[in-house]
């Protein structure tokens, strides 16, 4: 798949429309309710767009699993329940420890625990016992390069910040920021929070990459300007953005919060000098990684870098 083809998928992934999915999901129930083996086939597919419309709503998982044990498609009961997995965070591969088991019997039960413990809604994760603890744990142990997870956690998060965590905020928000390194919006939010809090140079970097992320936000234009006026009204020495040595240091810490696990980029027996490590990882599917190296090398005067820099971007846009 192409990276443009990419970019429409994740787009349309990031930004669930509940109307769309509720509209599909109504199409598929009037159809699975006609008893007619037909009608089942058009349901599943309408089922099927419900749920790729809108991933957060529990119904529409539900009305999917239905509508495959209506068609008897076992693996299609099998294939849902491995992509709820991904959306949760957990390792799709985990259902194939069920392969023995009949999913046309029990695949409605398997997804049920699953939502039950993990809610989609978070709100009903949010009345879960003790979910703040699970929840940090789980964003510094799952893999959230699946987008939809991303995502999922980053609004959990958002809920522990709307109930006064926000130095666990915080520190866990640049881990899902890592993986989901173009949400402008969470970057501006960071900043914020590290703005009030004093962290000039935090803000400064946050801001930075918002308005890198999109230009036309101009968030850290804005903050030099709310700086300068501070520091004009209080007499001090004028406000300086973080020195490169500073920059080159929070990008390096993002690559590395974006690393995943996979095999080496280099051979052993290449000459790794002739080879660029921004490409290689592009080349690997590691944009992420790709996209903060080649802003920490942008940012200490590499103009090769700041080009795939640009490319990296538009390819995530």
Sequence with gaps: MSNSADSRLESRLLHPRRSLGDRYRTQAERFLSSGNEGDAIWGEQMASKAVLHDFTN???WK????????IKDEGGVS????DLFSVLGRDPNLTDMLKDVDMLLHGTSIL????RIDPLDPDEWWALEN????LLNKIKSLDFTDPRSNLLFSRRLERALENGFEDEYLEHATILLAQRPMNHE???KLGRIHERRGSTDEAWHCYDQAQVCYPSCEERDRFIERMGAK?????KLPWKKPPVESRAEFLEGMRLLAGV??????NQDEEVESVNPIKALMESGRLNEAFFLARRRAAEGDLEAEHLMNEISEAMQ
Excluded at 131 to 134: A, K, L
């Design 58 to 60: 529990p119904k529409n």
């Design 63 to 70: 009305t999917l699993v239905r509508s495959r044990i209506a």
């Design 186 to 188: 969470a970057w501006t």
């Design 131 to 134: 979910p703040i603890e699970d």
């Design 231 to 235: 520091m004009d009204g209080d007499r």
């Design 79 to 82: 294939a849902a329940l491995k």
């Design 112 to 115: 049920s625990e699953s939502l």
């Design 261 to 266: 696990e996979s095999n080496p980029i280099f």
